[in-house]
């Protein structure tokens, strides 16, 4: 009951609140490496990172940082589904690592291959 009403008092609202507004129910965040640099690192805008990644930077979660996009995915979301199993809908964001970007035929190929009704 307590977390009944916290919910319901609560000041913010979660990009998990968000989405499911947006979307009409829960929507996987799914995080892919695509091997992009780091404006923040790699002196553009800054040098060092910032206070939000590690030392190795924002992708520590990803699941298989070192597989091909499209293998990262459905890694990813196998992954997910452990623990909510209905989850049917999935924003795909690229995280930043301080990587050249390596991947970038990969990422396009992967796009490519999935359907509208996957994106």
Known sequence: ?????????????????YYRKLFGEKTFKVPIDAGF??????G?????????????GSGDAIVAPDAP???QFYKEI???????PDV?????YFQILP????RW???ENAMSRLSTSQV
Not at 1 to 17: A, C, E, G, R, W
Not at 88 to 92: D, R
């Open 1 to 17: 009951m307590f977390f009944v009403i916290m919910k319901v008092m609560k000041s913010y609202n979660t990009l998990n609140d």
């Open 37 to 42: 640099d780091c404006p923040n690192r790699d």
């Open 44 to 56: 553009t805008v800054a040098h060092g990172g910032c206070t939000f990644c590690t030392v190795s």
């Open 69 to 71: 996009i499209r293998e």
């Open 78 to 84: 196998d992954f997910m589904h452990r623990k909510w």
């Open 88 to 92: 049917q809908k999935y924003l795909v």
């Open 99 to 102: 990587t050249p970007m390596k």
């Open 105 to 107: 035929k990969s990422f």
